[in-house]
């Protein structure tokens, strides 16, 4: 583990967002899922691939409030486009498990 300081960290724009809609994602190599999310006025709605279908089902994940980080560039996955990073923890199986707010924050609040 390599050391960053205070200035690098605030540097990772990381929100809170809404997921809106989850769709199925057969194209990808991996299973995975196609989610928007809703990070408020500011940032808008926002699309990224997932690789969580082992531990979420798409209804579950509707209307959930997860982290994401902005400000990566955009990711071209097969034929979809990328627009965030949706952060989680890898469980000793490989699986991911989101990293999520534990109380409801407004769509778009920064990470302090």
């Known amino acids: 583990m390599s050391i960053i300081t205070w200035q690098e960290f605030e540097n990772v724009d990381l929100r809170a967002g809404?997921?809106?809609?989850?769709?199925?994602?057969?194209?990808?190599?991996?299973?995975?899922?196609?989610?928007?999310?809703?990070?408020?006025?500011?940032?808008?709605?926002?699309?990224?691939?997932?690789?969580?279908?082992?531990?979420y089902r798409k209804d579950d994940l509707i209307g959930r409030q997860i982290i994401g980080v902005m400000n990566f560039p955009p990711k071209q996955i097969g034929p979809f486009l990328s627009e965030f990073l949706l952060v989680g923890f890898y469980r000793d199986d490989g699986t991911v498990v989101l990293a999520v707010p534990h109380q409801q924050v407004p769509n778009g609040a920064k990470l302090a």
Not at 35 to 40: A, C, N, S, T
Not at 42 to 51: C, D, F, I, P, V
């Open 18 to 55: 809404t997921i809106t809609s989850v769709d199925a994602f057969p194209e990808a190599r991996k299973p995975a899922y196609k989610i928007r999310v809703d990070f408020g006025p500011e940032l808008g709605t926002k699309r990224t691939s997932a690789q969580v279908t082992e531990n």
